[in-house]
Structure formats: C-alpha cells, structure tokens
C-alpha cells in the first residue's frame, strides 16, 4: 500500500507573529528523507504553530518551506499531500473504522477497489482489520488513535505529522503506542514530524529532536547529544534533571581544568575547551551520575553531605543531599543498588568524575 519513498522538509528563516508577540521566531532547520524529528519544548514554545505552518493550516509571517526544494509555502493544506494525526483522534462518530480510514481516498475519488485494497493494507499496519466495521465509540483510546493514524497512512503522504498524538492515553498505553509508531516508521521508512512535551517520549523515538522555548530553536540533534551535552541551562534542565553548579575555572591542564566553589576544589574534562583562569562557568550535572558512599572516593570530585528527603521509586531511589560546598544536590541511584539506609540526616559523600558533568550557558 504504502511506496517506500522519503521526502525531506526545508524550513526557512520561518517567523510567525501574533501583534507584537513572536510565536514562532526565524526558526530554520531541515528534516531528512525518512528522518523521525520531534519537536519538543514546553506548552508556549512554538511547537504546534511550527507544525500547523508545515501542515498548511497557519500562514506563516515571514519565511518559506520546501519539500524535496519545491517550495510549498503557499500552497493549500489539501495540495501537500500530508498526514496529519490530532491528539482527539477527530475521527468521524458516524462513520465504521473502514469508513473513516477511507476518508482521504473517498474525497480524492480514487477507484472502489483500490480504496478497498488500500483500507485493509492499512488497518493490517496499525493490527485493527478485524475491528473494520466497528463505530469509533466502540473502540477504546489506543484503537482509536490507531484508526486515525491508518487514515493518515493510507494515501501515502509525502509526510506525517503528528501533533502530541499519545498525550490523550494512560502511562502505560502509551508507552507501547511509543514502542509500536518507532516500529512503524522504521517499517515505513517514511519521514515524521512529531510534536510532544514529554521528554521521555521524544528521547525514546526520536532519530533527532529540536528544543524550542519561547518560539525559538535553542538546540538541535540526536537524542543522546542533547542529553549528555546540553549546550544551555535550559535544555540541560527540560531534557531530564540537572544539578546546576556555578563555579571560578582555576587553571588548565593536560586533559582538564580545575574549579573552585568556595574553599572546595574539583575538576572537570576538557572536552575541547580551554576556559580562562577566573573565569565563571556554570556546569551542569546529572543526579544518576553520581554516586553515594559512607567514605570519599579516592579518584574524581567528592563532597560531604546529609540526607534531607529520599523518595523510593521502585527501580531508583531519588535524594535530595545538603552539601555545605555546592549547596543541594539531587541524586538518583538504583534502588538495589543503595548500601546505605537513606535516612534523613545521615552523612554520605557525593562523588562524580571529571567526565559526569558539562559546561552550559546560563539562560
């Protein structure tokens, strides 16, 4: 049913304003053939208005799209040849699974026999042909959010989009309609755009993600760049959880520089930089790369502290430490794994290595 052809999407120096508000603000980037790219941020960022420009639904203020470097910026929703899957699933009440997922081909007056042949290729995508002349009240969520994303497969659009289409579902549905829409595309090899604010989500699905944060493109690439190296404070903090530590650089060495909080002394791998003696650098760190002990630890940064809080997770335990040099720190461990009773106001040692943390701008 569906070729196995991949287009890519250029956007160019895009802009969209409301009056004097910028909801989205000269956002330029390109979505590979056959690329899964999410677009994540926080509610306000200008995720879903990008997607609407793309879509054809929102004109943009300024700025242009391509596909394959045909320009389609001013060309109709109905002449882009895009799927679309909505978070309300907007399938037709009074219309079976069959109907609803003919739709597209119905209104593009393709022939009985291809629409029929398309419809059950489609539902054997998304496992629902056996559910073909049910109503949409009939099915539950997930089956309704797959209904709607066979309907958005079955003309073979040039694109899918996907606008925060599992936000709708409980956790653990959602976690399987993740796994199966990563299978699919991989199956597919179409490309997507998925818009979601959960950043577990766009870590887990997508080949890159781009962070946006008050319609602005603040960071773009794969989901393990963004993670280890956020380049602001922003996404270090958006992209997970981080400790943020302002720090003085001390001096360089061989392969790291030293810093000093206070009285106390760490250090930190290089990773290409060479900060200036007195300079002020915020780095961030990862509460699961650190590690909790009774004693310091001979090699790599250590600090003394006391348990203030501890919240048990099943897998993880997440704690909240008081350290007199850094201030309060949160650390996750595995909850197996945890020697030491975590009770408040015990005394531990905080230690990481030079590599655990990151140097990242503030906002």
Do not use: C
């Amino acid at each position: 049913m569906v070729e196995p052809v991949a287009h890519s999407l250029s956007i160019r120096n895009v802009s969209k304003r409301y009056g004097a508000v910028a909801a989205v603000d000269d956002v330029s980037l390109t979505v590979g053939s056959g690329e899964f790219l999410t677009l994540l941020g926080p509610s306000g960022s200008g995720k879903t208005t990008i997607l609407m420009i793309v879509a054809g639904f929102t004109e943009p203020s300024s700025g242009s799209l391509a596909v394959d470097n045909r320009e389609i910026t001013n060309l109709p929703p109905e002449k882009r040849n895009f799927g679309m899957v909505f978070q309300g699933y907007a399938l037709f009440p009074h219309l079976t699974v069959a109907e609803n997922v003919a739709f597209p081909l119905t209104v593009r007056r393709r022939p009985r026999s291809e629409i029929e042949d398309r419809v059950r290729s489609a539902l054997d995508l998304v496992q629902l042909r056996q559910l073909a002349e049910r109503m949409p009240k009939q099915l539950s969520g997930g089956q309704q959010q797959r209904v709607a994303l066979a309907r958005a497969l079955v003309f073979s659009p040039d694109l899918l989009l996907l606008d925060e289409p599992l936000s709708a579902l409980d956790k653990k549905l959602r976690a399987e309609l993740q796994w199966e829409l990563k299978l699919l595309h991989q199956r597919l090899g179409k490309t997507f755009i998925y818009v979601t604010h959960d950043q577990e989500e766009a870590l887990s699905m997508s080949d890159r993600i781009a962070i946006l944060r008050g319609g602005r493109l603040i960071q773009l690439g794969q989901p393990a760049e963004l993670y280890e190296r956020p380049a602001t404070a922003f996404v270090a903090d958006f992209l997970g959880k981080s400790n943020f530590i302002a720090a003085i650089v001390e001096g360089n060495h061989a392969d790291h520089f030293t810093y000093r909080i206070g009285d106390a002394r760490f250090a930190q791998l290089r990773d290409g930089m060479l900060p200036a003696a007195g300079e002020r650098i915020m780095l961030a760190l990862r509460p699961e790369k650190m590690s909790v002990t009774t004693m310091p630890v001979p090699q790599g940064n250590s600090v003394s502290g006391e348990i203030v809080a501890s919240s048990y997770l099943g897998t993880s335990l997440h704690l909240r430490v008081r350290t007199g040099e850094i201030g309060e720190m949160m650390v996750t461990v595995p909850a197996w794994r945890l020697a030491i009773p975590p009770e408040s106001g015990r005394l531990v040692w905080l230690s990481w290595d030079r590599d655990a943390s990151v140097v990242v701008r503030p906002d």
